[in-house]
């Protein structure tokens, strides 16, 4: 995973391993495999990417937790996001 191109499992990889090392991304990304496939064997759940589950709508909120924390004066207005109370 950690050698591929801009996947949704390749992203995830990355971010942990960033995080808390190569073994631990490991891990973490064979159990993330096994959790989808057995999923997918005993629900019949079709895989869907995290782009499906609104990935990119959390990225831009973490980001914008991000900036809060580093001082910056950007509220989510500002930058076009709409918090729920749902979503927090």
Do not use: C
Request: hydrophobic fraction near 40%.
């Amino acid at each position: 995973m950690g050698n591929l191109k801009d996947t949704a499992l390749s992203n995830f990889f990355k971010r942990i391993a960033f995080r808390k090392g190569r073994t631990s991304a490991i891990s973490a990304t064979a159990r993330k495999l096994a959790v989808i496939s057995w999923n997918m064997v005993t629900k019949k759940i079709p895989y869907k990417t995290d782009s499906q589950y609104e990935f990119l709508d959390q990225k831009r909120k973490r980001k914008v937790m991000e900036m809060k924390k580093h001082k910056f004066d950007i509220t989510p207005d500002d930058l076009g996001l709409q918090l729920s109370i749902n979503n927090l």
